[in-house]
């Protein structure tokens, strides 16, 4: 059992078209025998699964915003605990009457997803619970050493009241961010004391932008790495990277799907 928490990159992709070879925004971390989610963009049950992460284990699934890189793969992810819970031995041994909750910054998208796993009275019946929770700002979850921080973000074009959420993840003794979509970095600025790594999105910044503010802003941050891409590390992923490390070093590095990190 992993008592580091691993964080496996299985979508590294902002909202672009399809591209080759990567998928919308999702990371699964594991920690203690438990898989938490934060996002699911298209493809996360399929590369989760095929990819080794441990679906069986799953407590939480956070989401930033009701972006469709950021959510559109959260209907098909909960449909597989279905499927794998039903036809494989493991999942009928380990979900089987277990919870499984999901934290929305906006209830639109659950309503929606509601309509592809519920029944025709609306009601989800499963081998398993699913617990739906609206958040805001603060503290919302905090279990099994794993404490989850939200904070808003501006981001045009999500729903009011705020636009997007980061979540700062304490997970034993370490720390990470992950970055909703921001309008600026120094949103995040609350949330950045002491963490082991930024997941910073680049959909919306130039990468040397970022890195210039890191180092500008006395944070403590162990490692920068990389998500959401935009067209800038989609086109010049070489080119991006030698500006990024010129500011950073070794400490700044860009995600792959499937990517892997330990804290
Ligand atoms: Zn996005
Ligand atoms: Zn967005």
């Known amino acids: 059992m992993n008592e580091h928490a691993v964080l496996t990159v299985l979508g590294s992709c902002s909202g672009t078209e399809p591209m080759p070879g990567r998928h919308h925004t999702?990371?699964?971390?594991?920690?203690?025998?438990?898989?938490?989610?934060?996002?699911?963009?298209?493809?996360?049950?399929?590369?989760?699964?095929?990819?080794?992460?441990?679906?069986?284990?799953?407590?939480?699934?956070?989401?930033?915003?009701?972006?469709?890189?950021?959510?559109?793969?959260?209907?098909?992810?909960?449909?597989?605990?279905?499927?794998?819970?039903?036809?494989?031995?493991?999942?009928?041994?380990?979900?089987?009457?277990?919870?499984?909750?999901?934290?929305?910054?906006?209830?639109?998208?659950?309503?929606?997803?509601?309509?592809?796993?519920?029944?025709?009275?609306?009601?989800?019946?499963?081998?398993?619970?699913?617990?739906?929770?609206?958040?805001?700002?603060?503290?919302?979850?905090?279990?099994?050493?794993?404490?989850?921080?939200?904070l808003h973000n501006d981001h045009l074009g999500a729903v009011e009241p705020h636009a997007s959420f980061s979540f700062r993840v304490d997970v034993g003794p370490k720390a990470f961010v992950f970055s909703g979509d921001v309008k600026h970095v120094s949103e995040l600025a609350p949330l950045l004391d002491g963490i082991e790594l930024l997941l910073m999105e680049t959909g919306h910044h130039a990468p040397e932008e970022i890195c210039a503010w890191v180092k500008e802003s006395g944070k403590q941050i162990g490692k920068l790495v990389f998500v959401h891409h935009g067209r800038r590390i989609l086109y010049n992923y070489a080119g991006e990277l030698e500006k990024a490390q010129r500011i950073l070093g070794d400490r700044v590095q860009i995600a792959n799907d499937r990517t892997r990190l330990e804290l």
């Not at 699964?28 to 996360?44: I, K, L, Q, S």
């Not at 929606?112 to 739906?132: C, K, N, S, V």
Request: proline share 4%; charged share 25%.
């Open 26 to 150: 999702s990371i699964a971390m594991e920690y203690c025998g438990r898989t938490y989610w934060f996002d699911a963009g298209e493809n996360c049950a399929h590369a989760g699964y095929t990819g080794g992460v441990d679906l069986f284990g799953t407590e939480a699934i956070f989401i930033s915003h009701a972006h469709m890189d950021h959510v559109g793969g959260l209907p098909h992810l909960l449909w597989t605990f279905q499927k794998i819970a039903r036809a494989t031995e493991e999942g009928k041994r380990r979900l089987t009457g277990r919870n499984i909750e999901i934290f929305l910054p906006e209830m639109r998208p659950w309503k929606g997803l509601m309509t592809f796993i519920a029944d025709d009275a609306g009601e989800y019946r499963g081998p398993f619970t699913l617990m739906p929770h609206l958040f805001d700002d603060g503290v919302i979850f905090d279990r099994d050493g794993v404490r989850v921080t939200a």
